[in-house]
């Protein structure tokens, strides 16, 4: 009864009053509450959905909706100096939701408080590796000088999320942006409410005002949706996607694979690796356990990435073909027949046990002997990232990576260098491509990024890489709103229009 | 027809339990008329409490049924009352009180609260209610009446308590009262005030008395008329001297010959050395003292009697001589050496010498174990007394010498009768083969007839097996065919101390002859004389 | 009375000392917060930084003393993940908690002395069987499953309700129904077991000689005399309510202490932890003394 | 002198289980428990070996089969789970675990809860307060907090989950127990025993333990349903049992989800544990009754009047 007031009450809305169309409050339902609104946490999904963009804004920005590529957002444009640094032009009349002006100096504090040692910004971490100095040239041009040198720079300046100057470098709990919208109510447990502001420097979005509601279980987040208590619901459960009007999947950047530790026997052989990867009926799983629409993943990146190589062809499902190897291996005095451990985190990704299962039983039809073992994060990461523990046996790990920015960086010199906190094996090739692809730009670069990519997939068969995910969001349909890969990580209001 | 006030007739009350239809009460009939007082005299078991539940309509129904017969209140039968009208009668014309006035209080209400509670059901309002329960206190002589409405039950002694229960049954002056068993918990001279008091109520008010009781003292003391049951049926009605004169029925005759205080006394043990000498024991509870210097010595083979009212000590005695409790000061040398001074393992061999046997058997068995395994535990404890294949023989041979069959060890105490599980108690004590048994009130909840029984068990015991008993009770006439010497105590002292034909029959302090004095004579004639002997002393 | 509260916040004061050694160590145990709070490619310097930053460099011995010379100043810490204090955290969640208990005990009391008082009142009767099996169903059904079909029927399929959350008192009929059902089935059965005593008991027949009438009788001369067992039990209920109802709380996103504590425990948050389990005892110890005052206020047997 | 009319003595004594055998007969719900819950543990002793296989064997086209399919073989008549796995296939293998956590918890719980409440109710009064303080400590301790701690600490296994939920249950028994000493002991049949010289140990063992017991047999069957229950809240919060084990617990948990358009994967393993401790619930309260000699005779008569 209530239910149909309600819808009543919209279609009257919608019909009698078109003024009103087009602007308004929504309600977003969010499965982890942001326990920190801290601008340079922004790269941590749980805040980043909340704040980036939306409250602070970067100077940069990838365009992962269309194919702009990297787009002008704080910074109007930018070039490399000859020294290789480089140099950003900043918007001019831009305002701080606390009325100051945005100027060089709030980019370079901005930059600094993330490097500081007295507090643990987390976006500090992409820039590791190299030394980056920011020179003030005037109020409205700064310099980043990069040493080695960062073909990638202006691509990083859009994980850098810009303060007033006057922050604080320890956490803060009201963030101060530039975005379209400001903090206006934050009741720890129950909502955060961002509520556009009348200054801002850009175009006016439709939404008026978001709250941000947190519930962990997917259905209730998908009821929630349904019954009207909110209008979008970025994640919901495979099963609960039901209504082809309201509930959409979208490619999310996250990537799962089984990480192979090279250095134990028998995985240290590139038959026993091969193996694995024949062993495993990916295509099953497609519209089974994992969602239609999932890719079959030959790279730890995803298509839209820079150097992303089309050239590569996943491993068929070939049981027979698994055997032989094992076969060859095992005449060839490889230990084949040791216990593997498949070590996974608990509720890591939706039915991970399920396809954690199903991979060990598809395994075990080959001749491998597998165990399964489910840890929490705290344990998983243990076993995923180095330093690993002496004496293990052979283990792998599934783990799921998210890259969404666009450049294969991000991922390959961890997952794969030899140097890399969650690389399985050494290998100078891949070192020294991973080195040379990150000094160059442009169509160099991808070239390079795809040798690495077929390299690692056809000749070390580092891993078994199996999916590119999709999640399932659940709009209303008064929204116009289409999730992306980005939605993951940032959802911007402003994409967001209402009918 | 109608002349009485209350009359029941042929009324047949039967339960139902699992193991068949129990018939409480067959086809009985009496009659009651106002300001007369009629008792209805039985022992456990014979039904005597039935009726005067049916009459309150107190029979929980199932497992109970009426099957037959009426109860006429002024010619009414109150069997065939619409419920409403029924419970009106219940506290407005008929009243009642009962036994163990601690548990029919309820505990977490004043006893202001429950007399006006008693007004007020019945219509009267709250400052009536209230006057009237002050009323009722001061008249039935609760000292402090005014601070007394707003105390609980458990502020208030045994006897003071009996006098509430009586304020509250006669706060809507009743034309019957029913009193069942109104003073079996109490001292006996506490026993005879509230009697006393009952009688006094009932000539003020003219109300009909029904007194359920098992004893024929309170029967001598108190009523006109007496109905005898057993087993469910009514054996024998009369006036109280006739029936006390003149029994028809065997089993009155029984219960007559039964009441204790009429045998021969005890000539005492010959001095000699004594068994167990007890020097100036002492024993306090924070601030209470409840032994203020006991001292008597035992000769091998004697027996003492321990007599006293509740508080007086008694028990306290039994406890710090089995040393369940430690005394404060004082010993106790038992063939010379000092109980209260032995270790552990002296303790543990003393045990097999002084043995007890308690009031409750129902409590003091464990509800668990069979007869064998009650028996036989003796020797598990002390496995030196008897080879483990001789015991059964052994159990049955104890079963037999405290006149039970041996074919009962497989039993549990539960299946037994009152008597019958002291019995088993006893042959528990036996068991250890001990030189001393302290029983501490072992007969006073046993029926009368059981009670003889128990006593004279005890008696062959001591007389083929010389031994040693300190025998604690209340009750002056069971003491008196047993023992050969009584200690009176008082509030933690000794009153008096001396053979049994003096402490009977010359006794020197005025505290033993109150006992004596207030103590309840079956005889209907011999009470009468007590009694005006009793009001001259009052006067 | 004032001796006696003294005694038990003695007694109190040591379980509580206990309890902080034992999760203040335990808790440091199961892992290094730095691997939670950054993200997986963190370099090696970054967690160093974290944990200096944080003081989990030191000995567990000096992080120990330090923690108890800060909470004896009144300061419970930071909370790693939210940078505020953890008590103030805790205490903003723990509101929500002890409103929740406290209305689903009240109900549960209410609703459950009544349905057992008239089972026992005819014991091995209809209605009595009928609560028996209802109340055993319902202490062995899992309360999420519970919910989450009571949210597909009441909220999703008829719209009567919210799903989850807070804001309106609407709000609260779901988790607190969800939580109503365990501890109802269990003192509906306590209370069935002590009035059943207390309605055999003597002082009752006294009041049916007296004449009063059947509802007294249950209510106001057999209940007060049966709800000491029964406050006990109610209490031992409060108290795992008050310990938070992780369940009902993380499904229906009701911002309680007991989400916040198992939250905090996976992300390593220990100052939030400890700091909760101190708030969550200190309300249990006053509680507890609540229970004995009632005992003393129902039974004057025990007030002195 | 005589004797009660029972003097028409049963001649022979018949043996302690055919005793128990026909009292059990008398009731005709306990039987039913009786059965159920031999079927139970038949099922849990048998079931790995017999059904393991069946039950893991994954058939991702056949997932989530509905129930009540006749046609096919009885395994599948509850339907499949999410993986195409035979659903009653594996409510029989996981009831091995079940149980095994759930009466593993139960009985240590139980026994080191008894034995302490006992040490508590009979000792010096210091021992004493330091039972209760510990007690204190776990009682105010968050259960399933303590919980996942633990299980972070030593990882999730059958074995530590089992440890697990007994300490949290410890105080339950202890503080009953410990209640029921304190009152038992003033008791006139423990003084019986002290004068006759018995021990302490005999005390507490013989006279004191066999009154508490029955208490504690009725306490002990609904924390069975407690474990099972608490078991499934730690499958809920991730931290339980992992998989590739099952218990029922589990299967509820993963099932969950499916809440919507698939209610058999949750429903019959819940209705296994609701069964499961109903049945334990009777027997329990036949099991009371037949064993206080006191009660005894109600299930005595009306064995013998069936027979």
Request: hydrophobic share 50%; charged share 20%; glycine share 6%.
């Amino acid at each position: 009864m209530k239910k149909m007031l309600v819808l009543g009450a919209l279609m009257l809305g919608s019909a009698l009053s078109p003024a009103f169309a087009g602007s308004g409050p929504i309600k977003i339902v969010l499965p982890e509450e942001a326990d920190l609104l801290e601008p340079c946490m922004a790269t941590r999904s749980n805040i980043g959905r909340i704040i980036m963009q939306n409250v602070s804004e970067t100077l940069t920005e990838l365009d992962l909706r269309g194919d702009k590529g990297l787009m002008p957002r704080l910074a109007e444009k930018w070039e490399q100096n000859a020294d290789g640094s480089w140099r950003f032009h900043l918007r001019q009349g831009v305002k701080f939701s606390d009325g100051t002006a945005f100027d060089a100096k709030d980019v370079k504090h901005s930059f600094d408080r993330i490097m500081s040692d007295k507090n643990a910004c987390e976006s500090r971490r992409y820039f590791g590796g190299m030394t980056v100095t920011p020179t003030v040239v005037d109020d409205h041009t700064i310099d980043f000088k990069a040493d080695p040198a960062q073909p990638i720079l202006p691509l990083l300046m859009s994980l850098v999320t810009i303060v007033p100057e006057e922050t604080p470098l320890e956490f803060v709990r009201e963030p101060v942006g530039t975005g379209p919208y400001k903090l206006t109510n934050w009741t720890p447990g129950q909502q955060i409410v961002l509520t556009l502001r009348d200054d801002y420097w850009g175009a006016k979005p439709d939404v008026t005002e978001a709250t941000y509601l947190f519930r962990a279980d997917p259905s209730v987040r998908a009821a929630m949706v349904q019954t009207g208590e909110a209008d979008l619901s970025p994640s919901i459960s495979q099963l609960d996607a039901t209504n082809p009007a309201t509930d959409f999947s979208y490619l999310d950047s996250e990537t799962v694979y089984l990480r192979i530790d090279h250095n134990i026997e028998p995985l240290n052989d590139v038959r026993v690796r091969r193996a694995l990867n024949l062993a495993i009926d990916r295509q099953a799983f497609i519209g089974t356990l994992v969602p239609e629409g999932a890719l079959l993943a030959t790279a730890i990146v995803p298509p839209p990435t820079l150097g992303w190589n089309p050239d590569v062809k996943v491993f068929p499902f070939d049981p027979e073909g698994a055997k032989k190897l094992l076969e060859e291996a095992k005449a060839d005095g490889v230990k084949v027949e040791t216990p593997i451990t498949i070590i996974a985190r608990s509720a890591n990704f939706p039915n991970v046990t399920e396809i954690m299962e199903a991979i060990q039983a598809q395994l075990q039809d080959v001749g491998f002997k597998v165990d399964l073992k489910f840890v929490e994060v705290a344990e998983h990461e243990q076993y995923y990232s180095k330093p690993f523990k002496e004496g293990r046996g052979p283990q792998i790990v599934a783990a799921m990576h998210d890259n969404s920015k666009g450049d294969p960086s991000f991922s390959m010199f961890f997952k794969y260098a030899s140097d890399g906190t969650q690389s399985g094996f050494a290998d100078p090739k891949v070192d020294d491509l991973i080195k040379r692809a990150s000094a160059v730009v442009g169509d160099e670069r991808a070239k390079l990024w795809s040798e690495l990519i077929a390299y690692l997939h056809n000749d070390v068969v580092a891993d078994v890489l199996l999916f590119h995910m999709v999640g399932f969001s659940r709009v209303s349909e008064r929204l116009d709103f289409k999730p992306t890969m980005a939605t993951n990580s940032t959802l911007q209001l402003s994409e967001i229009k209402i009918k | 027809m109608a002349d009485h006030l209350l009359e029941v007739r042929n009324l047949s009350v039967e339960f139902h339990t699992a193991m068949g239809v129990v018939k409480a009460v067959r086809n009985i009939s009496y009659h009651l008329d106002r300001g007369e007082t009629l008792a209805i005299l039985g022992e456990s078991g014979s039904g005597k409490s039935v009726s005067s539940s049916a009459i309150m309509n107190l029979i929980d129904m199932p497992p109970g049924r009426i099957s037959s017969g009426e109860i006429l209140l002024d010619g009414v039968d109150l069997l065939k009352m619409p419920a409403p009208e029924r419970r009106e009668v219940n506290g407005r014309r008929i009243a009642m009180i009962f036994q163990d006035p601690l548990s029919h209080l309820n505990p977490v209400y004043t006893v202001g609260w429950q007399i006006r509670e008693a007004l007020t059901t019945h219509g009267a309002n709250a400052a009536t209610a209230r006057a009237e329960a002050l009323r009722l206190l001061t008249r039935v002589g609760i000292p402090d009446p005014e601070r007394a409405l707003d105390k609980y039950p458990h502020e208030f002694s045994g006897g003071q308590r009996q006098r509430v229960m009586i304020a509250m049954a006669l706060a809507l002056r009743p034309d019957l009262l029913i009193a069942d068993e109104p003073t079996t918990a109490l001292d006996v001279t506490v026993q005879a005030e509230v009697l006393a008091l009952l009688e006094e109520l009932q000539q003020e008010t003219g109300m009909a008395v029904l007194i359920i009781t098992h004893d024929l003292g309170v029967v001598a003391e108190i009523a006109d008329r007496v109905v005898v049951m057993e087993k469910g049926e009514l054996v024998e009605a009369g006036t109280v001297r006739e029936v006390y004169k003149n029994p028809q029925h065997p089993y009155t005759k029984k219960l007559i010959a039964a009441a204790p205080g009429k045998g021969e006394m005890h000539v005492p043990v010959a001095r000699s050395e004594p068994v167990l000498s007890v020097r100036d024991v002492r024993k306090r509870y924070g601030a209470f003292e409840a032994l203020k210097g006991v001292s008597f010595d035992l000769m091998p083979g004697g027996t003492i009697a321990v007599v006293g009212e509740s508080g007086s000590g008694k028990s306290t005695l039994a406890r710090i001589l089995l040393r369940l409790d430690e005394p404060d000061g004082g010993s106790a040398l038992w063939k010379g050496r000092d109980l209260f001074t032995m270790s552990p393992a002296e303790l543990y061999k003393l045990r097999r010498d002084l043995q007890m046997v308690f009031q409750d058997p129902t409590q003091s068995l464990n509800p668990r174990m069979t007869v064998y395994q009650l028996i036989s535990e003796a020797w598990v404890i002390h496995p030196d007394i008897l080879p483990k294949p001789r015991w059964r023989e052994r159990v049955a041979e104890l079963l037999v010498q405290v006149g039970l069959a041996p074919d009962h060890m497989g039993r549990y105490p539960h299946q037994f009768s009152g008597g019958q599980r002291q019995r088993i108690a006893i042959a528990r004590a036996l068991a250890l083969e001990p030189q001393l048994i302290i029983c501490d009130e072992a007969v006073s909840a046993l029926d009368v007839s059981v009670q003889a029984q128990v006593i004279a068990l005890l008696d062959k015991l001591r007389r083929e097996m010389g031994i040693a008993f300190i025998f604690i009770a209340h009750d002056l006439p069971v003491v008196r065919d047993f023992a050969d010497h009584v200690l009176v105590m008082q509030k933690g002292n000794v009153v008096e101390l001396g053979t049994v034909r003096e402490v009977f029959e010359a006794p020197r302090q005025d505290y033993t002859r109150t006992l004596l004095a207030a103590g309840l004579d079956p005889d209907p004639d011999v009470q009468a004389v007590h009694r005006a002997a009793r009001l001259q002393r009052v006067s | 009375m004032l001796k006696f509260v003294r005694k038990r916040a003695v007694a109190s004061l040591i379980s509580l000392i206990g309890l902080i050694v034992m999760v203040f160590f335990l808790s440091r145990l199961t892992g290094d917060p730095a691997a939670l709070f950054l993200p997986v490619e963190a370099s090696a310097e970054m967690k160093e930084q974290f944990r200096e930053l944080h003081g989990l460099n030191d000995p567990l011995l000096v992080q120990f003393a330090r923690y108890v010379g800060d909470v004896l100043t009144g300061d419970f810490g930071e909370s790693l993940r939210k940078a505020r204090p953890a008590l103030d955290v805790v205490l903003e969640a723990f509101v929500w908690t002890l409103w929740l208990a406290v209305i689903t005990m009240a109900l549960v009391a209410g609703a459950a002395i009544v349905v057992g008082s008239l089972a026992a009142f005819r014991a091995g009767g209809f209605f009595d069987r009928l609560s028996s099996v209802i109340s055993l169903i319902g202490a062995s059904v899992p309360d999420f499953w519970v919910a989450i079909v009571a949210i597909v029927i009441f909220s999703v399929n008829l719209a009567w309700l919210p799903t989850s959350g807070t804001g309106s008192l609407l709000h609260w009929i779901l988790p607190i129904s969800v939580l109503f059902i365990r501890p109802f089935g269990i003192i509906v059965q306590v209370v069935r077991g002590s009035m059943i005593g207390a309605l055999s008991s003597a002082y009752v027949k006294t009041a049916r000689a007296k004449g009063v009438k059947s509802g007294p009788i249950i209510f106001v001369h057999a209940l007060r005399n049966a709800m000491l067992p029964v406050i006990t039990v109610i209490g031992d209920q409060a108290a795992s309510l008050l310990n938070g109802a992780v369940i009902v709380e993380t499904i229906f996103g009701f911002p309680g202490v007991g989400k916040l504590m198992i939250d905090s425990i996976l992300q390593r948050d220990f100052n939030v932890v400890l700091a909760a389990i101190l708030v969550t005892a200190l309300a249990i110890f006053l509680m507890n003394l609540l229970i004995d005052l009632a005992y003393a206020l129902l039974d004057p047997r025990i007030r002195h | 002198m005589t004797l009660q009319s029972t003097d028409t003595a049963i001649a022979e004594e018949p043996g302690f289980a055919t005793r128990m055998l026909r009292m059990l007969l008398a009731d005709k719900f306990a039987l039913c428990a009786a059965i159920f819950l031999l079927l139970i543990l038949i099922l849990a002793i048998v079931g790995p070996s017999w059904l393991g296989d069946l039950a893991t064997k994954q058939n991702l086209r056949g997932r989530n089969a509905a129930p009540f399919d006749w046609e096919r073989g009885w395994v599948w008549w509850m339907g499949a789970d999410a993986l195409g796995r035979p659903l009653l296939a594996r409510i029989i293998v996981a009831a091995q675990n079940t149980l095994m956590v759930a009466a593993g918890a139960v009985a240590v719980s139980a026994v080191v809860g008894t034995l302490l409440g006992l040490v508590a109710g009979f000792s010096s009064p210091r021992v004493n307060q330091v039972i209760m303080r510990l007690a204190d400590v776990i009682m105010s301790f968050p259960s399933l907090l303590v919980a996942v701690i633990v299980l972070y600490i030593l990882g999730s296994s059958i074995l530590n989950l089992m440890l697990v939920l007994a300490i949290t249950r410890i105080p339950v028994y202890l503080r009953t127990t410990r209640a029921e000493v304190l009152e038992i002991r003033e008791r006139m049949f423990v003084q019986a025993a002290r004068v006759m010289g018995a021990s302490s140990k005999r005390i507490l063992f013989r006279h004191i333990l066999p009154v508490v017991l029955p208490t504690l047999t009725t306490l002990a069957t609904l924390d069975f349903a407690y474990v099972m229950l608490a078991e499934s809240a730690l499958s809920f919060l991730g931290i339980g049992i992992q998989p590739p084990e099952i218990t029922w617990g589990l299967m509820i948990s993963q099932g969950r989800q499916y809440l919507t358009n698939a209610w058999w994967l949750s429903f019959w393993p819940g209705l296994a544990i609701i069964l499961t401790t109903l049945s334990l619930n009777l027997l329990s309260n036949w099991l009371r009754i037949a064993l206080d000699p006191v009660q005894r005779w109600r299930l005595e008569m009306k064995g013998r009047n069936n027979g």
